[in-house]
């Protein structure tokens, strides 16, 4: 059995592959070619059965093929792939003798296999026909040589052709001399109402002259016709026949007499015309199944499915009435969803609609009086959206409209289906799933779109860009869990300091993106609006959170963007954000900054010092610097570690700015352990020259990344041990803000610590919370009060009355105070008269190296008991 061949050709490649796959797999053989050209050559030599060509190719297209095979090879079918999908383009084609069209991309290998059934089984009609014909026109032909060469009359050549196709003949003038039977059946007229008149009695009037002409023309030459053409009946109904025309030569040579044989179309038409038809259907379910995907809601999916079927299937002449009735509070309603005004037909019975409703037939069809209703349940797992109902008082429906609603019926509800996966795809590739609120891929659309919507109408919209501080610690020290009930309620709670309209999307991890829509404001207004609701985040994050145990606070900080100011794009924009963000933190955490251009270049820079950062410790680029730390009696009891970090390319690099850049990157870590192991080396060393009769303490600073690591009390008391220092000699500087932020765990470890002897001082102190309360639980024995006090104390009342007030309170804890940053004799007076204990500052030196701090101890000394 030999399988149908089909020629694929197209330029692309991948795209003849794919076709080629899947029709071998249905047992197709399937041939290839690359352009126009190639595919001429082999409809000639291989004469496919089928021909799938792409409409635009380089060189010689589709059209070419087209051309060709109108004269060359009429009765090949010729799909055509368009991937232009310019509809002109398709007419082109079709008028060029296409016999199908698909848009590319063909998704759906089905469509395909739907159009080469179609078109194979029409060809096959037409060729049977037309071989049918081809066959008996030879033979009439014959016959009537014979006959004519014979002599013998004429009538029974005519009528000895029982068929079942129409013969005519005339004589040379063109008068119709014998009829068969046939033809008196296809024609009307009977034999005797025939004879004599011309054929030209049959003229339908939908050919013009021109046609005539050609057709007389081409028998002139050629001595023969053969075509398709509509003929009238007696009775005045047209109708199609394939007519060839034959002249018959006599004796002299010239044309003694015409045979017309004529076959009846209209069956073969009907046919054609419902394959035609039923290929319409199957577009439309396609486009069914298509809409399905471009609308997130069945409601208006089914709307413009049916719009669609009424567009495009008018003779279904049912759709005039179209209802949707659902079950609402046990009673059925409904609600006309095409809005049709007009005609109000009688309901369906609601049992019937009951019945319908619970039914697994796709559609149910009932009469009632003298209309007929068709009831397809629309449900799918999720959802139920009652029972369509589609119909009709036209009492002679045609039969093929039952089966297509039985396909409608099936197609709505699996479109639905495929609707809710893809709406359940569409929300889970655009929704965290931990907090449900929009991810970074659906804020990028909303942010485009809203870029755009901002340019056109000449507005500005503000991005915030929000980053918990330390929420690393969190997570490290109460775990993953209770981290993410910590995002779900500060989702929820930002959320309720927003508007409606605003936008709360997480990016991931700890950081969330405010999108507030563009409104018509100048960029200072749009500034301070933008302010007042950061400000208004900040207040719902800073209250405690309600963990599964703990209460826990965070703070947070913000980076603000202006766009369409500070980007074009929604990447630009975020980046810009983010960096006003990081700027922010820099800024000491909970707080709010704004991007401008100058930001850029800070950002860069903090990449750039990140990168060398990376690799100082192995270039011996650190070093830790020791500032001497005097008590009342100008003794230098102490110093706290400022570590320094010098190369070859940037200078001295201020802590200020790369230890923010080691804590974002994390390299905060082995850089403070590295550190920490080098102190204790030099107190080892101090220890062996005796200078802790001297030195009480040596401080350093504890950052809150490291502080929160698991290991971190482990790895203090290691180090001491391993240089054997003692653990009272060495002082841990932690801010407010870290122990705060989850004050169990933060006593927690200091207990751990303190037990073995290591001591706590709360740095920066004044600048955080400063609450009593927390103060009073903390296990600590020294507060700093922060340099900001100090540095202009002898300037500023206000800062007399806090480093008072922390004094006080210092003393009411027996806290020993530490002052920071004393760059004056007036500001040590002062302080001196209040008693406060230990100094720090520039007054009495900078950070030193350990030999400078070394000799700094050994000479310092009496100079400075003269000031004190
Ligand atoms: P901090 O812990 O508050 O350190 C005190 C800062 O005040 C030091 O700045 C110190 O040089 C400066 N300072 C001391 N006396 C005076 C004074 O009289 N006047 C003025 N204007 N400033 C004075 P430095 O060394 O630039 O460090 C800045 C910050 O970097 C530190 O603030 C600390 O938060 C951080 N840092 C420095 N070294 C380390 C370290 O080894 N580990 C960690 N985690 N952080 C460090
Ligand atoms: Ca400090
Ligand atoms: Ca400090």
Redesign the pocket.
Same mark, same amino acid.
């Given at each position: 059995m030999s399988y149908p061949l089909i020629l694929t050709i197209d330029d692309e490649s991948a795209i003849r592959d794919s076709f080629c796959h899947y029709l071998e797999d249905l047992n197709y053989q399937v041939l290839q070619a690359c352009d126009g050209q190639q595919g001429i050559l082999k409809m000639e030599t291989a004469q496919p059965d089928l021909v799938l060509v792409d409409l635009r190719m380089p060189d010689s297209d589709g059209l070419d093929v087209l051309r060709w095979a109108k004269t060359q090879a009429p009765l090949t079918p010729i799909i055509v792939v368009s991937g232009t999908g310019v509809i002109s383009d398709v007419i082109e084609a079709l008028q060029l003798g296409a016999w199908d069209y698909l848009l590319k991309p063909v998704n759906d290998l089905e469509m395909l296999r739907l159009a080469i059934e179609r078109a194979l089984e029409k060809s096959y009609l037409r060729r049977q026909a037309a071989n049918y014909q081809q066959r008996l026109q030879r033979e009439v032909a014959q016959r009537t040589q014979e006959l004519l060469s014979a002599n013998r009359e004429l009538n029974i050549a005519a009528s000895a052709f029982n068929t079942h196709d129409a013969i005519l003949i005339t004589d040379a003038q063109g008068n119709i001399i014998r009829a068969n039977a046939a033809a008196e059946r296809l024609t009307g007229y009977s034999q005797d109402e025939l004879i004599g008149k011309s054929p030209s009695l049959f003229k339908s009037g939908k050919h013009d002259e021109a046609f005539y002409n050609a057709l007389w023309e081409t028998l002139h030459t050629t001595g023969q016709w053969q075509g398709e053409m509509w003929n009238r009946s007696r009775d005045g109904n047209t109708y199609p026949i394939w007519q060839s025309i034959t002249a018959v030569r006599g004796d002299s040579d010239s044309v003694a007499y015409y045979v017309g044989v004529s076959t009846d179309l209209s069956e073969l038409k009907a046919k054609e015309r419902m394959l035609e038809h039923r290929a319409q259907e199957e577009r439309v379910l396609g486009s069914i199944a298509n809409l399905a995907m471009k609308f997130m809601d069945s409601e208006p999916f089914i709307r413009q499915a049916l719009q669609l079927l009424q567009q495009q299937l008018p003779d279904l002449g049912l759709l005039s009435h179209v209802q949707l009735w659902h079950n609402d509070a046990q009673a059925w309603k409904c609600r006309d969803i095409l809005s049709l005004q007009g005609s109000v037909i009688t309901p369906p019975p609601s049992k019937q609609l009951a019945l319908a409703a619970q039914s697994n037939d796709a559609v149910t069809s009932i009469l009632e009086g003298t209309i007929r209703y068709f009831l397809i349940p629309l449900r799918s797992q999720r959802r139920d959206l009652g029972v369509l109902v589609l119909c009709s008082d036209v009492t002679d429906l045609d039969d093929a409209v039952e089966p297509f609603l039985v396909r409608l019926g099936e197609v709505l509800p699996l479109a639905m289906l495929h609707q809710e996966s893809e709406r359940e795809l569409h929300y889970q590739a655009n929704h965290d799933s931990l907090t449900a609120l929009p991810n970074r891929q659906s804020l990028k659309l909303l942010l485009e779109q809203q870029i755009s919507s901002a340019r056109r109408r000449n507005e500005r919209g503000v991005v915030l860009f929000l980053d918990l501080d330390n929420f690393k610690t969190l997570n490290d020290s109460l775990g993953h869990s209770q981290g993410d009930l910590l995002l779900q309620q500060l989702g929820a709670r930002v959320r309720t300091a927003l508007r409606d309209e605003d936008i709360l999307a997480r990016l991931g991890g700890d950081e969330f993106v405010i999108l507030l829509p563009p409104r018509p404001l100048e960029s200072d207004d749009t500034l301070n609006m933008a302010a007042h609701v950061a400000e208004k985040i900040k207040k719902v994050i800073n209250r405690p959170f309600q963990l599964d145990v703990h209460e826990y606070m965070v703070g947070c900080s913000i980076g603000v963007a202006i766009f369409p100011d500070a980007g074009n794009s929604s990447e630009e924009l975020l980046k810009h954000a983010d960096i006003a963000m990081y700027l922010a933190k820099a800024a000491g955490r909970n707080s709010v900054r704004f991007y401008s251009p100058g930001l850029q270049q800070a950002a860069d820079r903090r990449l750039y010092l990140e990168h060398k950062l990376r690799r100082a410790i192995s270039q011996s680029e650190l070093e %830790?610097?020791f /500032?001497p730390q005097l008590n009342h009696e100008g003794q230098v009891i102490g110093a706290? #570690?400022?570590?320094?970090w010098h190369n070859s390319e940037d200078g001295w690099v *201020? %802590?200020?700015e790369f230890?923010p850049v080691a804590e974002e990157s994390g390299l905060?870590i082995p850089i *403070?352990n590295w550190?920490l192991g080098e102190v204790c080396q030099c107190m080892k060393h101090w220890r062996d020259l005796g200078l802790f009769e001297q030195l009480k303490t040596v401080s350093?600073? #504890?950052?809150p990344n490291?502080f929160y690591q698991p290991d971190f009390a482990e790895m203090v008391l290691n180090v001491i041990k391993r240089f054997d220092i003692s653990p009272e000699t060495l002082m841990l =500087?932690i801010t407010e803000g870290v122990v705060l932020c989850n004050l169990e765990d933060s006593i927690e470890i200091m207990r751990n610590l303190g037990q073995q002897g290591v001591r706590f001082s709360l740095?920066?102190f004044g600048t955080g919370y400063s609450s009593l309360a927390y103060l009073k639980k903390l296990p600590v024995d020294e507060i700093?009060i922060?340099?900001s006090f100090i540095?202009e104390i002898d300037k500023n009342p206000d800062d007399v009355m806090i480093v008072d007030a922390i004094l006080s309170l210092a003393s009411h804890f027996e806290l020993t105070t530490v002052a920071?940053? #004393? =760059?004056t004799q007036e500001a040590l007076t002062m302080l001196r008269d209040r008693q406060c204990a230990v100094y /720090?500052?520039?007054?009495f030196s900078? %950070?030193l190296p350990e030999g400078e701090f070394l000799a700094f101890l050994s000479q310092g000394q009496s100079m400075l008991k003269d000031d004190l």
């Open positions: %830790p610097y /500032q706290e #570690v400022l570590l320094r *201020s %802590p200020a230890i905060i *403070s550190l350093i600073n #504890v950052s490291q =500087e740095d920066d700093k922060d340099k540095l920071e940053g #004393v =760059e /720090q500052g520039f007054y900078r %950070p």
